[in-house]
Nanobody, 122 residues
Framework: QLQASGGGLVQAGGSLRLSCAAS????????MGWFRQTPGKEREFVGG????????DYAESVKGRFTVSRDNAKNTVYLQMNSLKPEDTAVYYC?????????????????WGQGTLVTVSS
């Protein structure tokens, strides 16, 4: 089970950190990722991190502004979002996959969290 938190309302240029706590065993064997969705659009990849935290990947739209990290001792993955823009407004989902590498398509996700809303005002 994945439980995301940390969403909220922030002004453009501000920062938020999302957290995702995972329950169950073998958290450190899962590749983790963040996706987001706005009304009328499909879920899109935001960022991902491999099992050890040594490798990350990001969507072009968030590169240089967002950072994915994980703490395997706490079974938690984070999404630090800086320099937020109104177009970052979305429901953000924490995901997990048994794949050995970072995944960028929603079809490769094995587990979805419940989503947390991020609203960036202009």
């Amino acid at each position: 089970q994945l439980q995301a938190s940390g969403g909220g309302l922030v002004q453009a240029g501000g920062s938020l950190r999302l957290s995702c706590a995972a329950s169950g065993r073998a958290f450190n064997s899962y590749v983790m990722g963040w996706f987001r969705q706005t009304p009328g659009k499909e879920r899109e990849f935001v960022g991902g991190i491999n099992w050890s935290g040594s490798s990350t990947d990001y969507a072009e739209s968030v590169k240089g502004r967002f950072t994915v990290s994980r703490d395997n001792a706490k079974n938690t993955v984070y999404l630090q979002m800086n320099s937020l823009k109104p177009e970052d407004t979305a429901v953000y989902y924490c995901t997990a996959s048994r794949r050995p590498t970072i995944y960028v398509t929603s079809g490769l996700v094995d587990y979805w969290g419940q989503g947390t809303l991020v609203t960036v005002s202009s």
